[in-house]
């Protein structure tokens, strides 16, 4: 069965640094999200990304953060400068179409700052 | 903007006994999905839930949608051990967005 694929599973940074966190969508998925969630609390939205542009964001995705499709595979969330937070899991998902379809969640990246 | 809460926060029951958790929206939704996230594990999509009033079972879960689109539950039958997890519900917000709920985690007692 086709599958979300997230590296690295779990990354520990210092404050101020910059990460990048990578997903390998399902392949032909259409559309990509980006969504966090800090321990025992909810999934919440950062970024959805379609035809090689960023769709919607939400608040919490201000300029420290971006999203890159660099090939035909990949689709990355890039931390400019890591702040204490930030720490959380990154989910990537994808899917298929957009508002009616199944969201497909890699099994996230653990962020710790330092 | 948009909220999706659900209750309750935590629920513990014995195995076989009955559980539900509900989901408001504050606005009407063109559909509802529903997920489960199992202790340490990732979202997996249950189902969706597109018209008003629309009932869908899959073995011993049951899911709702209301009249008004604003609020749908999820009812499992005779729990098992299996069940454990966080229950999410996610509503589309705009054009490219899922809100997921607050979420309901479901602790079952053998």
């Known amino acids: 069965e086709p599958e979300v694929t997230q590296t690295p599973s779990h990354q520990v940074t210092q404050m101020g640094q910059e990460v990048i966190l990578r997903c390998v969508p399902i392949s032909n998925h259409l559309y990509f999200y980006w969504y966090r969630q800090i321990l025992g609390q909810k999934v919440e939205f950062l970024v959805s990304f379609y035809n090689n542009e960023i769709s919607e964001k939400s608040e919490i995705f201000d300029d420290q953060f971006s999203v890159e499709r660099p090939d035909g595979s990949n689709f990355t969330l890039k931390i400019r400068s890591t702040k204490l937070e930030d720490s959380a899991m990154y989910f990537c998902?994808?899917?298929?179409?957009?508002?009616?379809?199944?969201?497909?969640f890699g099994e996230g990246s653990r962020l710790t700052v330092l | 903007g948009q909220q999706v809460m659900q209750i309750p926060q935590y629920q513990h029951v014995q195995e076989g006994e009955d559980f539900t958790t509900y989901c408001n929206s504050s606005t009407t939704l063109s559909n509802i999905q529903w997920y489960k996230q199992r202790p340490g594990g990732h979202p997996v999509f249950l189902i969706q839930?597109?018209?008003?009033?629309e009932v869908k079972k899959q073995k011993r879960l049951t899911f709702q949608f209301g009249e008004a689109k604003k609020n749908s539950s999820l009812h499992i039958t005779a729990t098992q051990t299996t069940d454990v997890g966080t229950y999410f519900c996610a509503g589309p917000s705009g054009t490219y967005k899922y809100i997921f709920g607050t979420g309901t985690r479901l602790k079952v007692l053998a």
């Open positions: 998902a994808s899917s298929l179409i957009g508002m009616a379809g199944e969201l497909f």
């Open positions: 839930l597109v018209k008003s009033g």
